[in-house]
């Protein structure tokens, strides 16, 4: 046996002892006893192996499946720039605490800097985006490979899934000739692992992130402080499901309202808001509720007039338990690990609840006085959407406008559905291709169906993604765009200002005429287009659970949704100045 395959064969057990269950791999030669040996696995139903041509599609649905199950799939590539179409998947995966391991074939190290074919400097691709890297040797025959190819491959697998910083690990691996065949080795020892499937190194470590109560916690900031009455919890992106609950209990006991991004899943809490985005932006009542201490969890930042009101706040708590914690405001006065505990005594404020909550009330009708049937909207379109989601599916939100929508005109709809979404860096480059590798677990799982919200650009951008092999597993993923040929967001923002309009359209609108049905449709997906709300709940119903399918939503243009999100903001001023 040649020693590139029998490393191949080695470190394919060693993944699958350590508990990897998905490989997804781009088609290469340098790669090619990889390859073989995952083929070969995946044949005697060891591990699963998903087919992509694209690498930079290929990582993200190795992101998707990581953040479905928290266990880390691995990405195969060849050499070259294959390597480095994994880097926007791999900084999601960094910022994002998603476990991903990276297995790139390369030359070896004879061939490096030479100009021979295919080869770069992949070592250092990744920068400070992975928590470790190995520049594996090049394999031998020598005594002591067998102990050294499965230390790493177990080791890499700790570190991914290290449990205070979970992230991508690099393993670089340098293929020499033949990368195929059977022929005999002079091997000193036998290729076995551990007894009875056991890692050849098991993770036995633990952190555990002791809870106090509220009160208690104060005390840190200062000794002679009590839990204040008017306080509020803003929650975003976080992955600990275990957290939810705790933060229910909290809010409940203590009175605070809750301004929930959508990924923090916790639109089924009591005292979370349905339009807290829309309260925070508005500059009177922003100025008027200011809390007498916020409590910030998990990755806060979807909306500036949230993280004005957290920088007002009295005293900022930042509850994040990882290195880099999130405080993008830098006002934080304690960072701790976990969610607090109720306080032992505390003081409600009834009438501080009560004025959010009515505030809240207050802005959703002021929301309907505006909406428009006649007029399909972004915002109407992720009503309809996060309103008939699948009991126990999945809803996996894209970038920029799409999630907007959903925390500012649907944050309490999503009651039977997990969220989730790329918010580590937040990019539209792998929307799609998350949300397939998510489908990939749900699938495997039972877990249900999975439908995407996304908007036109970030489903163009990710196209490729819907290039699954025929020989694969049918995954049920329903991908809704929100087609309203451009970035949209961008109207919203400073540079949509009619000042700048001369230049809009073409270096933000970017509007390319594209229709994504027909692109969906040429490859091989199942793809219908609509242009009202009652089509859009009778596309949905009929592609859930069904496969892939892809729902083109014709909204208003750009322009004119810049417009009546205006409008909303202006009634829902009317509506707070007047309670």
């Known amino acids: 046996m040649e020693p590139s395959v029998a490393q191949a064969k080695v470190m394919v057990d060693e993944l699958i002892r350590c508990g990897v269950t998905d490989v997804v791999l781009s088609p290469g030669s340098r ?3 990889l390859a073989l040996e995952l083929a070969a696995a995946h044949a005697r139903f060891e591990i699963r192996v998903h087919v992509r041509l694209d690498e930079r599609v290929a990582g993200f649905v190795a992101l998707g499946i990581g953040k479905a199950t928290g266990i880390p799939a691995a990405v195969v590539t060849t050499s070259g720039s294959a390597v ?26 004879q061939l490096r800097g030479i100009g021979a074919n295919q080869t770069i400097a992949q070592t250092t691709i990744f920068g400070p985006h992975v928590r470790s890297v190995t520049d594996m040797a090049t394999a031998t025959t020598s005594e002591g490979q067998v102990k050294y190819w499965r230390s790493e491959v177990s080791r890499a697998v700790a570190i991914a ?42 993770d036995a470590r633990f952190f555990a992130a002791v809870s106090s109560p509220l009160d208690e916690i104060i005390s840190f ?55 807290g985005l829309l309260l925070a932006a508005d500059r009177a009542f922003r100025e008027t509720h200011i809390p007498e201490l916020v409590l910030t969890i998990g990755k806060v930042g979807l909306s500036r007039g949230v993280l004005q009101l957290i920088d007002s706040a009295e005293i900022h708590i930042a509850v994040d338990s990882h290195v880099q914690f999130s405080d993008p405001t830098r006002s934080a006065d304690l960072v701790i690990a976990s969610v607090p ?30 909406l428009n049937p006649e007029e399909l909207t972004g915002m109407q379109i992720a009503r309809v959407v996060t309103r008939l989601l699948p009991e126990s599916g999945t809803l996996f939100l894209g970038a920029s406008s799409a999630v907007r929508h959903v925390a500012s005109f649907a944050a309490t709809s999503v009651t039977n559905s997990a969220v989730l979404g790329n918010r580590g860096v937040s990019g539209i480059d792998g929307c799609i291709s998350t949300a397939s590798g998510i489908a990939i677990s749900a699938t495997v799982e039972g877990d249900g169906c999975v439908v995407a919200l996304v908007g036109d650009q970030s489903f163009l951008y990710d196209s490729n993604a819907l ?31 009619p000042e700048y309009s001369k230049h809009f359209e073409q270096v933000f609108g970017v509007p390319l005429d594209l229709d994504p049905t027909l692109v969906a449709s040429s490859m091989k997906a199942n793809a219908v287009t609509v242009t009202n709300e009652d089509d859009l709940a009778e596309a949905l119903d009929q592609a859930i659970n069904s496969g892939l399918h892809v729902i083109t939503v014709t909204s208003v243009d750009r322009a004119r949704e ?14 707070l100045s007047g309670s």
């Not at 179409?85 to 030359?107: C, F, G, K, Q």
């Not at 033949?178 to 190194?201: I, Y």
């Open 467 to 497: 290039l699954i092999p025929p020989t694969e597993m049918s995954i049920n993923l329903v991908i809704v765009v929100i087609d309203n040929n451009g970035g949209g967001i961008f109207s919203t923002l400073e540079q949509g200002a």
């Open 161 to 202: 899934t290290d449990s205070v910083s979970p992230g991508p690990v690099h393993l670089n691996i340098p293929f020499s000739a033949p990368l195929v065949g059977d022929s005999d080795g002079n091997w000193v020892e036998d290729l076995d692992g551990r007894p009875d499937g056991r890692p050849w190194a098991a």
């Open 562 to 575: 810049s417009e009546i999100l205006g409008h909303i903001a202006q009634a829902v001023r009317e509506a």
């Open 341 to 370: 505990l109720p306080p032992q005594e505390c003081e409600v404020d009834g009438e501080w609840l009560e004025q959010w909550q009515r505030a809240d009330i207050l802005a959703a009708a002021a929301i309907e006085t505006v």
């Open 84 to 109: 480095a179409n994994l880097l926007p998947a791999v900084i999601e995966a960094d910022h994002s605490y998603v476990p991903m391991l990276l297995l790139t074939a390369d030359r070896p190290p």
């Open 31 to 33: 790669s090619a006893p």
């Open 221 to 275: 900031v200062d000794e002679e402080a009590v839990v204040p009455a008017r306080g509020l919890i803003v929650v975003g992106d976080h992955n600990d499901p275990d957290c939810v609950e705790m933060i229910d209990e909290l809010s409940d006991f203590i009175g605070w309202p809750i301004i929930a991004e959508p990924s923090a899943n916790l639109s089924r809490a009591d005292l979370t808001l349905s339009h």
